[in-house]
């Protein structure tokens, strides 16, 4: 899978087995809770976030945080 690295600037391709998935829950200005869903992996050290669509986020067979 395919991710942005933020500290070099650069697109690093992550192996699917070492994504894991997370969802995000915050409150909103109204006082509303909106749910983010995200795909988190490691590389190199650094911690690499990719928010996705909550119908990516089901599609996808990996552990939950």
Do not use: C, W
């Amino acid at each position: 899978m395919k991710f942005y690295n933020v500290k070099t600037k650069s697109f690093v391709e992550v192996p699917d087995s070492s994504v894991k998935k997370k969802k995000m829950p915050r409150k909103t200005k109204a006082g509303t809770t909106q749910i983010r869903y995200a795909f988190v992996a490691e590389h190199n050290g650094t911690k690499l976030y990719k928010f996705v669509s909550e119908a990516d986020y089901k599609k996808l067979n990996a552990p939950e945080i």
